[in-house]
């Protein structure tokens, strides 16, 4: 099985400089004269605990309505949010101290208790946060708004897990809720966020609901990123589901609904043509798109058989078929983003020149595959993720072309819209893609 989900760490394509972060939103009435907005995100909300899964909808549901003890700024700096923080000159010791004004939306005081029991939760589910209590020594509340975190060797990750900006976030629950089992969804929606969750309201599929939290204290610093204050504009936030792209870009217009969060890029022409509409990215960096092997089974449990297939792939042909327009791409060979600290492009240079075929054709010769048919599996309600499988499945055949397959099965592919538990080769399901419409709500 050959994955193409939409990720943070790139391997088969690019990042989108800003393609994938575009906004576009009524510029008359002024969104901020606005006591309700209505939006079209990139996906329904169906999961609404934030900790049990890593799709983006769900962390964009989380930042609405909890908060963070600390947070990442533009600069990819760690700063306070929820709470500050020292460290033991030996950095064995850190100490978290909450700030003064913090209610959970039900009227009680967030509590050192509650975040020691959030941290927990957090740290049975999340990737950095299993890595960070594997050096965890002890974490416990040693007054009401202190945190202590001793570990058993110094770890230089302690604040970056504690503080990261995306999936799985560390949002702070109160310690009833945040005792919840790890592998299972919480009930009940109280945070300390900008927003309060209308539980009532919530239909998965149709719409989500938030009212202002008028008790909230936002922070004193501009806003960064997730970082500094956290200022709701609005009354009332809605999130409507239109699964089809031009329904949702025609109640834009009508004025029936305030923004799309992605807009598919073929109608961006329409978009920007219409001067009561503003379009801009909103997200500098951008988004990437990924592709993952199931290397458990064959064909991809043979090294050269995956090898062949990075090979064959290239960053180009996908984000023309994806975007097309090249203002809103660029190649990027960094698993860590470009632009940023982390980046490094070792070892991505077939992907961003296109030059792997002639060594693709070479491995796959070499790995003795027998056409064994694969399958791609392509989410069917992302609109942003609907060209890679294709392009994808393209380039792989015309590597197995190319290797020598006369005789023999040409691999077979469908894009498959069911779980990852389902059995996609005797079973596909479409949808069509939702559009979905960008903006920020609590700055």
Known sequence: MFQMPRCKRPTIASRLARGLALGAALALPSLADAKTITAVMHSDLRVTDPIITTAYISRDHGYMVYDTLLATDSSFKIQPQMADWKVSDDKLTYTFTLRDGLKWHDGAPVTAEDCVASLQRWGKRDGMGQKLMNFTASIEATDAKTITLKLKEPYGLVLESIGKPSSVVPFMMPKRIAETPADKAISEHIGSGPFKFMQAEFQPGVKAAYEKNKDYVPRKEAPSWTSGGKVAKVDRVEWITMADAQTAVNALQSGDIDFIENPSFDILPVLTANKELKVEALDKIGFQTVGRMNFLYPPFDNLKVRRAAFLALNQKD???????????????????????????????????????????????AESGYDGTPIVIMAPGDVVTLKAQPIVAAQLLRKARTAAGSAGRRTPRWRRCATPMRARPRRRSKRKSPPISRRGSMSR
Do not use: H, R, W
């Open 318 to 364: 996908i984000l023309d078929a994806m975007v097309g327009n090249p203002e809103y791409f660029k190649l990027c060979g960094a698993i860590f983003m470009c632009d940023t600290p982390l980046a490094n492009e070792a070892g991505s240079e077939t992907l961003v020149k296109g030059n792997g075929k002639a060594e693709a054709k070479k491995l796959l």
